[in-house]
């Protein structure tokens, strides 16, 4: 099965830097790769997706680039602020369920 | 346009106990995917049913755990004899549904937090 790998599992930047989570996936069927946003005690939230078709997707301040040779794919926060900080969890999907990595808990300082 | 649904938001149980959890999907959502979230821990994919029937419970634990999704009414992750390691964040999710080769993204409801004492 699917198995993903999430780093780092703690990150700390100033507000106004960027963040970078980096995840790696092991079966190259997968070709459905979102993010999710978790606050505590919260829901995830989607709050962006590529499929395997697109090397790179912009929303705002936040990124995602895909490298299918090299099984990984990355998060790319720019002009973090406060409220970015929060539990983020990667996912890969074929056909069926996602498969999580194990989340990164990003801390923004003011 | 509701979104995903889930009851109760917390329950509490003794061991041995049943545990019984609903998830609404959001409208014109046929697939749910149940999913479990251990403290400090990411999420585990537990079951992806649709209407009548269940696609891959590869993540079930074999004994004690079972779900349904009726044609009528909420998916159900039923959970019977608890013991404490059961005691977690059970997530539900929905999606419409799934386009060929590809895959379609998953809202989370708010989960059913359970206990067991």
């Known amino acids: 099965g699917e198995n993903v790998e999430q780093h780092p599992s703690t990150l700390s930047v100033q507000e106004g830097d960027s963040a970078v989570i980096k995840c790696t996936y092991s079966?190259?069927?997968?070709?459905?790769f979102p993010w999710y946003k978790q606050e505590l005690g919260k829901r995830p939230q989607l709050i962006i997706d590529?499929?395997?078709?697109?090397g790179e997707k912009k929303d705002q301040r936040i990124a995602v680039t895909l490298n299918k040779t090299a099984k990984h794919f990355s998060l790319h926060i720019t002009e973090t602020q406060p409220e970015d900080s929060a539990v983020y969890f990667c996912a890969a999907a074929g056909r069926r369920a996602l498969t999580f990595g194990s989340g990164t808990r990003l801390q923004v300082q003011p | 346009n509701a979104g995903v649904m889930q009851n109760p938001r917390h329950l509490v149980r003794r061991r041995g106990q049943e545990a019984r959890l609903r998830c609404s999907p959001m409208?014109?959502?046929?697939?749910v995917y149940w999913y479990r979230q251990l403290p400090e821990e990411g999420l585990k994919f537990m079951v992806y049913l649709q209407k009548e029937n269940i696609i891959d419970e590869s993540g079930m634990p074999k004994e004690r755990f079972s779900a349904e999704f009726p044609k009528e009414g909420p998916s159900i992750l039923r959970i019977q004899q608890v013991v404490r390691g059961d005691s977690a964040a059970y997530f539900c999710?929905?999606?419409?549904?799934?386009?060929?080769?590809?895959?379609?993204?998953?809202?989370f409801g708010p989960g059913t937090r359970l206990t067991v004492l």
């Open positions: 590529i499929r395997s078709n697109v």
């Open positions: 999710a929905s999606s419409p549904r799934v386009r060929d080769d590809s895959y379609n993204e998953q809202f």
């Open positions: 409208k014109g959502h046929s697939h």
């Open positions: 079966d190259s069927a997968s070709n459905y």
